[in-house]
């Protein structure tokens, strides 16, 4: 009998709703627009100064996520976490005492930023490695926490910095997080190698039960992986275009006032959360590909219905639907990675196929910003580039699926000396 069965001190689900309470908590590095129009007066400093913070932030993130998932694999996840959640709360602080532009570079960008991306490498690698029987609905569940940060996090934030100031807000919200976090992690344990709940019996795949286990360099000389990382990139393209400017799209092209563009702002979020659990969930059920197919095309059917929408309504509906892809892009690619190359490095994997949502964040907003800049602030050629993309994405999934079934080398295992 596999002794992995025998887990009787193990609930897997309270550690799933420990890890979304800590994923709420660095979710909140994604309400930096609550505090950068307030840091630019603090700092007198122009906007595009402070929001080179965020952008620092995002840049470095397949790092930590590496670094995360390095931990995870060596069976750290909950140092991982403490580690992580410490940088994340401290930064927050450090960020509050902040004097100058380049200190909340070096607070928020960096300390902060490689916080947040090892606690969220370790909650996702770990809580997947728990739910082999579940992996979509439980890597939705995850990231859903993530994704929902800024929804809990941003009224919050915004009532402490009308009462005491940005800087004493950010330093609040630092102690907050540091005390969540650490007390959250003390619920997460570390999934046993070669966890299985019971009843349920790994599927056998390339002859062996559960399949094959690669590292990070035998990743990377597979095609596969090349396809997955563009898929990932395509996913969430048009998530990150909106991510970006839905605030600036309802108000300059749907004539939006500022208070009700923040209410869209709020529904994409909400649309993005929901998609991460919905879309995971149903992939388990029908399946990574079938599901992916069915995102790319739903999003190329919502940039075509905002590009000709002049309606509010129109506006509504496209933004709910980009908002439930992106979500399921980032619920099912923590699946995809663990089921196509293993879950034993599963950990650093994950880090590395991450570039692909680090390559949406990086040209995602400027694709957008730079059409809009060209056409009089209107963003519909933006959204026609998303749509081809999207189609792009759609066609990929065909190339995709070929290489899934071709049947996979086993890597290669050391020899053990007599």
């Known amino acids: ?32 627009s609550v505090f950068a129009m307030p840091l630019s007066k603090v700092f007198d400093a122009t906007m595009p100064q402070i929001m080179m913070a965020f952008t620092i932030n995002g840049a ?3 790092i930590p996520m590496i670094l995360g998932g390095k931990l995870v694999d060596r069976g750290g996840a909950r140092t991982a976490i403490f580690l992580g959640g410490a940088m994340f709360g401290i930064g927050f602080i450090l960020s509050g005492l902040a ?5 909340l570079y070096l607070t928020y960008g960096v300390i902060t ?30 990231t859903a926490g993530y994704g929902g ?30 005390i969540v976090i650490i007390g959250c992690g003390l619920f997460v344990k570390v999934a046993p190698v070669g966890y299985a709940p019971q009843g349920w019996t790994p599927p056998v795949t390339n002859g062996r039960p559960g399949g094959v286990n690669y590292n990070w360099t035998e990743m990377i000389r597979k095609p596969i992986f090349y396809v997955i990382a563009c898929l990932f990139l395509i996913g969430a393209l048009s998530g990150m275009m909106v991510t970006a400017n839905a605030s600036v799209i309802g108000q300059k092209m749907f004539g939006l006032t500022a208070a009700s563009a923040a209410l869209f702002v709020s529904l994409y979020s909400l649309s993005n959360c929901l998609g991460r ?47 439930l892809c992106f979500g399921g892009t980032m619920g099912i690619f923590p699946s995809i990675v663990g089921e196509k190359f293993g879950m034993k490095y599963y950990g650093v994997n994950y880090g590395v196929t991450f570039i692909g949502y680090s390559g949406a964040a990086f040209f995602g907003p400027r694709i957008a910003g730079s059409v809009a800049a060209a ?4 963003f519909t050629n933006a959204f026609y580039i998303a749509l081809v993309i999207a189609l792009v994405g759609f066609a990929l ?10 049947p996979a080398a086993a890597p290669i295992e050391p020899t053990r000396a007599a």
Do not use: H
């Not at 009224?155 to 009462?163: K, S, T, V």
């Open 149 to 178: 940060g800024t929804i809990v996090v941003a009224p919050i934030a915004n009532a402490l910095i009308g009462g005491s100031g940005v800087q004493s807000a950010m330093m609040i919200l630092g102690v907050a997080f540091l």
């Open 277 to 323: 659990v919905v879309w995971g969930a149903v992939s388990d059920r029908i399946g990574r590909t079938k599901c992916l197919m069915a995102i790319y095309i739903v999003i190329a059917a919502m940039m075509l219905t905002i590009a000709l929408s002049s309606s509010v309504a129109g506006f509504a509906v496209a933004i709910i639907g980009i908002g």
């Open 113 to 142: 930023g490689i916080g947040q991306g090892i606690v969220y490498s370790a909650t996702i690698g770990n809580t997947v490695k728990l739910f082999p029987d579940k992996r979509g609905l439980a890597a939705g569940i995850i």
């Open 60 to 62: 470095i993130s397949p």
């Open 397 to 406: 999934t065909f190339v995709y699926q070929a290489l899934e079934k071709k």
């Open 375 to 378: 056409n009089g602030g209107a």
């Open 1 to 32: 009998m596999n002794p992995t069965l025998q887990q009787p001190s193990l609930n897997r689900w309270t550690i799933l709703i420990a890890c979304v309470f800590i994923n709420i908590c660095v979710g909140a590095i994604y309400a930096f």
């Open 99 to 103: 004097t100058a532009p380049w200190m």
